[in-house]
């Protein structure tokens, strides 16, 4: 496609063409302002020439899809100016038109995820450089004190643009390092809460088990004295031996009245010496019972003492652990921070000279007759 006063004409396809740039929508001012002075330039003979010169430049080698756009994109230049009667002959008001409709193509392309062969600004840069050469070719020299200026207020953007990406893009992985972080100290603290949850399960078990354990103990050790005390022979007093003595003389005499009086007073004597040898079994077992109950104390005193030391060892760790994932956390942020602030200007610096040599390939690539 060729005009006598504006074409892009694509020469070849290196391997810098072959780099994707993801639409940026909608476009920024200074790419507007850039389109009207292009456009008020009076580059093209009509707004539908300019419509698909500069569209068809922007997308190198269009699939069917971005084809398809632009043709039906100049199908509504058409259609417009059939409807008012107008002739196809740019005017300067209709750069809004010509900023729309290439937002439009814009757009539509955007949405299906389609990417340009290069940036966008750097294609606008390299014309406004075509024209001013021309403007100071012709002896215009405001005019191309204009290009010059919104030139340089495109490339500022573009560095600037990228900057800002470059920035937005280390700021995500500082936020996804900081949520990475959150989220190790978050799965920290409730692993540390589930172990502490089954450590008082565990310890309430112990205590439970013990109890049981003793008042077992205690039962059967209890039962156990009874037993003995049963069993264990009486031994009675020389006295109660005595009156059983005059009983059983007494029988045998056949003094049976005198035997009965007796009798009641060795069952009475008996009865009193028994009740003083239970007194005394009892208070055995009691005695006996109340030294197992203190040794059991002990032992329980002991496993709570146990359970307490473990606890406030797991409490100390707990912290230290907590502090130190913490303070490694924390540094590794600000390493990385430190690192970033570093490479900050440097990658300014970076962009800058990316950019001027993206636009010196796009001049040896394309051939921009204005």
């Known amino acids: 496609m060729t005009h006598d006063i504006g074409v892009f004409i694509l020469l070849s396809n290196y391997t810098y063409c072959a780099i994707k740039y993801k639409n940026e929508m909608p476009l920024q001012h200074q790419q507007v302002s850039a389109l009207k002075l292009l456009y008020q330039a009076n580059l093209y003979p009509s707004l539908r020439d300019a419509v698909e010169s500069f569209a068809k430049a922007l997308f190198v080698s269009p699939g069917r899809f971005v084809r398809q ?212 079994d009892y208070d055995a077992i009691k005695r006996k019972s109340s030294n197992l109950k203190e040794q059991q104390e002990n032992e329980m005193n002991a496993l709570l003492k146990r359970i307490d030391a473990q606890r406030e060892t797991f409490k100390v760790k707990k912290e230290g652990d907590s502090t130190c994932l913490l303070q490694r956390n924390q540094n590794i942020q600000s390493t990385w921070r430190s690192k970033y602030a570093a490479e900050d200007q440097k990658q300014f610096r970076l962009i800058d000279t990316k950019v001027r040599d ?4 796009y001049k040896r690539t394309q051939i921009i007759i204005v």
């Open 69 to 280: 756009t632009i043709e039906e994109t100049l199908e509504l230049v058409s259609c417009k100016d059939e409807n008012a009667n107008t002739s196809e002959t740019c005017k300067p008001h209709d750069h809004v038109r010509f900023v729309a409709l290439i937002e439009r193509i814009f757009d539509l392309v955007s949405i299906q995820g389609i990417t340009l062969e290069y940036p966008f600004t750097v294609a606008l840069c390299c014309t406004l450089h075509a024209l001013r050469l021309k403007h100071l070719s012709n002896g215009k020299y405001i005019e191309a004190g204009e290009a010059q200026k919104h030139l340089d207020e495109l490339f500022d953007f573009e560095v600037t643009e990228r900057h800002r990406q470059f920035n937005v893009a280390q700021s995500r992985k500082l936020a996804n390092l900081e949520k990475a972080h959150k989220d190790q100290f978050d799965k920290f603290v409730r692993d540390w809460e589930k172990f502490q949850i089954q450590f008082e399960k565990s310890a309430e078990t112990a205590i439970d088990n013990m109890r049981e354990r003793h008042s077992t103990s205690l039962h059967k050790y209890e039962q156990k004295l009874e037993i003995e005390a049963r069993r264990k022979p009486r031994l009675f007093s020389k006295e109660l031996k005595e009156w059983r003595r005059k009983e059983r003389l007494l029988i045998e005499e056949q003094n049976y009245s005198e035997a009965q009086r007796v009798k009641l007073i060795s069952d009475a004597l008996e009865e009193e010496e028994r009740q003083s040898m239970n007194a005394f």
């Open 358 to 361: 993206e636009i010196a390939q």
